[in-house]
């Protein structure tokens, strides 16, 4: 597995950590802590985010299509860590639906400039005949350890310490993730991705 896969599943595995810890208290959260929060609310904030997610993206990967080289990737890449990490920090601090709708709109904007280049970078630099198994690696170690785990750890943690340690927490390790990245910047300057076979030439 080459330097930029194990960069790239590392990050995610952190990221996937910080945000599991939000799994199992968020509905609680908005249904207890938010006035006016409802299940209605809990619904209209994932559609908030799903929604908006998937209109931003379909731009944002096609404009990270048409730049040449990995900069535009990994700073997009970058930026929706950010704001990712950003939002979780800032849940905290809602009192209102409408504050829950906007947080929902930061993560959505994050989430779009996420998910289209890390899926890029990981397609460029996956190792050939090795696609499945680092497919699967990131899979489990991110969704199954860092998501599962997490969101046990997550209930835990609310119920002795509250939910802002829990945005606070998940915070720090979303941007935890950003050192990781980091990591990534250097290992794609030392990588050198297969060059593109050139079509034979017509025979006459």
Same mark, same amino acid.
């Given at each position: 597995?080459?330097?930029? %896969?194990?960069?790239? %599943?590392?990050?995610?595995? %952190?990221?996937?950590?910080?945000?599991?810890?939000?799994?199992?208290?968020?509905?609680?959260?908005?249904?207890?802590?938010?006035?006016?929060?409802?299940?209605?609310?809990?619904?209209?904030?994932? +559609?908030?985010? !799903? %929604?908006?997610?998937?209109?931003?993206?379909?731009?944002?990967?096609?404009?990270? &299509?048409?730049?040449?080289?990995?900069? &535009?990737?990994?700073?997009? #890449?970058?930026?929706?860590?950010?704001?990712?990490?950003?939002? $979780?920090?800032?849940?905290?601090?809602?009192?209102?639906?409408?504050?829950? /709708?906007?947080?929902?709109?930061?993560?959505?904007?994050?989430?779009?400039? #996420?998910?289209?280049? !890390? /899926?890029?970078?990981?397609?460029?630099?996956?190792?050939?005949?090795?696609?499945?198994?680092? !497919?699967?690696?990131?899979?489990?170690?991110?969704?199954?350890? +860092?998501?599962?785990?997490?969101?046990?750890?997550?209930?835990?943690?609310?119920?002795? /310490?509250?939910?802002?340690?829990?945005?606070?927490?998940?915070?720090?390790?979303?941007?935890?993730?950003?050192?990781?990245?980091?990591?990534?910047?250097?290992?794609?300057?030392?990588?050198?991705?297969?060059?593109?076979?050139?079509?034979?030439?017509? $025979?006459?």
């Amino acid at each position: 597995m080459n330097l930029v %896969i194990q960069s790239l %599943i590392f990050a995610s595995f %952190i990221f996937e950590t910080g945000f599991g810890l939000l799994s199992p208290i968020f509905a609680v959260f908005v249904t207890q802590q938010v006035g006016g929060g409802d299940v209605t609310v809990v619904g209209i904030a994932a +559609g908030v985010y !799903w %929604i908006l997610k998937s209109i931003l993206q379909v731009p944002v990967g096609r404009f990270l &299509d048409k730049k040449q080289g990995e900069d &535009d990737d990994f700073w997009a #890449l970058f930026a929706g860590h950010f704001l990712m990490g950003l939002t $979780v920090f800032l849940y905290q601090f809602a009192r209102t639906p409408i504050h829950i /709708y906007m947080l929902q709109g930061l993560l959505a904007i994050g989430g779009a400039l #996420l998910v289209p280049s !890390w /899926y890029a970078m990981f397609l460029r630099h996956v190792d050939k005949h090795k696609e499945g198994f680092e !497919w699967s690696i990131n899979s489990s170690l991110s969704y199954g350890l +860092g998501t599962g785990g997490a969101g046990v750890l997550g209930g835990f943690l609310a119920k002795a /310490y509250g939910f802002n340690f829990i945005f606070v927490t998940g915070a720090i390790l979303v941007w935890a993730s950003l050192l990781m990245l980091l990591v990534l910047r250097r290992n794609l300057r030392n990588h050198q991705l297969p060059p593109i076979p050139k079509a034979p030439s017509p $025979v006459l």
